[in-house]
């Protein structure tokens, strides 16, 4: 590894053991001693921290700031907030896809309104520099102030049922963060990211709480000037030390947003047309899916594109999997190559009975052993339940292609109800 970069919890990583790995360019935990499969069960049944200060944030400010997103963004910011599609306001955030001009994936970001022409785009580790250079590419308005600021936010997750029980024990206002804020909603602000609704940990620290995140369950992610990073994570720690909260790593992150059919960036989604997907909730469909509710950049290449692969999700049916990389292979039942592995990793708190895939979410004493999941690329499409072989030339793995993967996931949950 040539001179990768370190967050400013590396050290805290280190000094735990933590298993390390290059990831973006940064030198980041993939496990710690407790082991993937402990830290990916213990944010389905517990809570589970992730350092993902690696990522990067760009601000968007200044008078024509919402149009530029508006362009670079697929996501029309006039109708993508909830079941009623009402326009992104200030408090509120939305997940998106920034596509180039011939449709293939730049980056998936989730971008925040903090006030009416202030912006913050939080995009995945190294892409910061390309994302802000996509947007001043395209800013017409010279009152557009873009900044890259990688390196200079500190940002943590917690996600897992008892997130909120742990977070409220570092807040001076629990009850001010959490009444109010439904899914992909956020309030506080720090610095150059202030916003009307301030809230400040126990502290002192002014702090951004948003309730999104990494794997699919119910949480938060966290963002704190890059020097006050490592306090928040070890008062969360202390916080959940009789919870359960494990410090987890990339390993985890994978697993989990694998079985809550979630992309990885530059591995599901990437250099090819955003199309054929399991997240055109991305995309400004209209109704009918016809065209688009506005225009954007890729939007033309996708409308008239002669692509004709499939992402597909799939579950095994026990534990074993084949990774994804070069000479492994997806084929049909009867040997035919059909398609290539974009990820497969093992989501440990799942199993099936009689065929259908149960959680450990809801049946704590139910003995998952876990099910290889994941993502394909694949020449045709295929209906959720048919199978298909991923190999190694070798080793042959039966799998089923699936609409979902596992149930009974917490992201959505009302609040109290995580909190009762």
Same mark, same amino acid.
């Given at each position: ?84 599609? @009402? ?117 002192? @620290? ?8 990494? @794997? ?205």
């Amino acid at each position: 590894m040539d001179n990768p970069k370190k967050t400013v919890l590396h050290g805290w990583h280190v000094e735990q053991g933590a298993n390390m790995a290059s990831f973006g360019n940064y030198d980041m935990p993939l496990w710690y001693k407790t082991g993937a499969k402990a830290e990916h069960l213990a944010v389905i049944q517990a809570a589970g921290i992730f350092d993902t200060s690696h990522m990067a944030v760009v601000a968007v400010r200044g008078q024509g700031a919402r149009e530029l997103l508006q362009l670079c963004l697929c996501k029309d910011l006039r109708t993508c907030v909830g079941k009623e599609k @009402t326009p992104l306001v200030a408090g509120r955030c939305v997940y998106g896809v920034f596509l180039d001009d011939d449709g293939t994936v730049i980056d998936d970001a989730i971008l925040y309104q903090l006030q009416a022409e202030s912006f913050m785009v939080v995009v995945n580790a190294g892409m910061g520099g390309v994302v802000a250079g996509h947007l001043q590419k395209h800013a017409s308005s010279p009152d557009v102030v873009i900044n890259d600021l990688t390196d200079k936010v500190g940002k943590m997750d917690i996600q897992g049922p008892l997130a909120a029980a742990i977070l409220q024990k570092v807040l001076v206002d629990p009850g001010g963060v959490f009444h109010q804020l439904p899914y992909f909603s956020f309030k506080g602000g720090f610095g150059t990211f202030a916003t009307d609704c301030p809230q400040t940990l126990v502290d002192g @620290t002014p702090v951004l709480v948003s309730r999104t995140g990494y @794997t699919g369950e119910f949480g938060f992610e966290l963002f704190v000037a890059i020097d006050r990073l490592l306090p928040l994570w070890l008062m969360l720690l202390e916080a959940g030390r009789e919870s359960g909260l494990l410090a987890c790593g990339l390993a985890a992150r994978d697993s989990l947003r694998a079985g809550a059919v979630l992309p990885l960036s530059h591995q599901d989604i990437g250099a090819w047309p955003f199309l054929h997907n399991p997240w055109q909730f991305a995309l400004a469909w209209n109704d009918g899916r016809t065209g688009f509710t506005k225009d954007f950049i890729g939007a033309a290449a996708l409308l008239k594109t002669s692509w004709r692969k499939y992402t597909l999700a799939f579950a095994g049916f026990d534990p074993r999997k084949i990774n994804a990389g070069e000479g492994n292979w997806v084929t049909n039942e009867a040997g035919e190559p059909i398609g290539t592995i974009l990820t497969c990793t093992t989501d440990m708190a799942i199993g099936r009975v009689d065929g259908v895939i149960v959680s450990v979410a809801d049946n704590k004493d139910f003995p998952a052993k876990g099910l290889c999941c994941g993502f394909v690329l694949l020449d045709r499409n295929c209906a959720p339940g048919e199978r298909v072989v991923l190999t190694d030339g070798k080793r042959k793995i039966a799998v089923e292609i699936r609409a979902d993967i596992r149930p009974n996931r917490t992201a959505r949950r009302p609040m109290d109800k995580m909190l009762a």
